[in-house]
């Protein structure tokens, strides 16, 4: 059990500190409760500039699932139930990882303009909504979150990026997240392929999540662009260097290139990418 509201010392008319306590919390429910009491606040709450000082142990989470390294996480066929599960559950911990990190956008990084600070509170309530579709749906097959082993790939990114705002924008929307735009439709073809009813209904939550990560990528693009701008860089080769720097996976053909655009990527950056 993670700490309650009343256990932590913030003042709820700050939004970035408010936005640490939902971090920290490892309660499931409670992190989801809060990152919606978030966001549907964000337009009242004051924004204070000022430093703060970054607790142990972040992010909060559950005991489980499991964190292994990437490769050794099982692969099983959805076409079993078990198989099924596992895959729910992979999409799921992945949700669960981007409330975390929308939330470690929000607390983070001070003397940003408000927008950002209100843009970040909507993605982790948004992402609140995805994780708790799809608990749901695990719990109707049996299953649970924490069920299945599963990795940490997109903390570490954030982890990589804590000194850096721009890089965070950069690699982790506009690089990592934008990997599901194009994996989505992979996916939903897969579950389609399986035809059952708990199949059917995952690509039901996929298009959910597909038409609200569009955004969620658009929103990374655009404090990209704008951080650019501000300190003078040009963002395309900019990001070239980011992805050396940081060590960014190279991201592999096929490109959800409709989706891509919708997200705000230009001509140039998806030739890029296509080269």
């Not at 009813?197 to 999540?209: F, G, K, Q, T, Y």
């Not at 990560?213 to 395309?236: K, T």
């Not at 080769?237 to 996976?249: G, I, K, S, T």
């Amino acid at each position: 059990m993670g700490p309650t509201p009343h256990d932590l010392p913030t003042d709820p008319r700050e939004l970035r500190a408010t936005a640490l306590q939902a971090l920290q919390t490892t309660d499931l429910k409670q992190k989801v409760a809060l990152a919606h009491e978030l966001s549907a606040q964000a337009a009242s709450l004051f924004i204070a500039n000022s430093h703060l000082e970054e607790p142990e142990n972040l992010p909060g989470r559950p005991a489980q699932p499991l964190l292994i390294a990437p490769g050794k996480v099982p692969r099983r066929s959805p076409h079993t139930p078990a198989g099924l599960a596992a895959l729910l559950h992979a999409i799921a911990h992945i949700e669960f990882n981007a409330i975390n990190l929308a939330l470690d956008a929000v607390w983070r990084f001070a003397d940003m303009p408000k927008a950002y600070y209100r843009d970040w509170a909507k993605v982790a309530a948004e992402e609140a909504y995805h994780f708790s579709l799809l608990r749901a749906h695990l719990q109707e097959g049996g299953h649970d979150y924490g069920d299945f082993p599963a990795h940490d790939g997109l903390w570490q990114m954030v982890e990589k990026t804590r000194h850096d705002i721009t890089a965070r924008m950069a690699l982790v929307p506009r690089t990592l997240e934008a990997r599901g735009l194009d994996a989505t439709p992979l996916i939903q073809a897969k579950l389609r392929a399986v035809g059952t009813p708990s199949a059917l209904r995952a690509v039901e939550i996929l298009d959910i999540i597909l038409a609200d990560e569009i955004g969620h990528v658009a929103i990374g693009n655009h404090w990209y662009r704008w951080l650019c701008a501000r300190d003078g860089l040009e963002p395309v080769a900019h990001y070239r260097a980011l992805v050396v720097q940081y060590n960014a996976p190279r991201l592999q053909a096929p490109f959800n290139e409709a989706a891509r655009r919708r997200a705000g990527f230009t001509d140039e950056e998806l030739a890029a990418l296509l080269a």
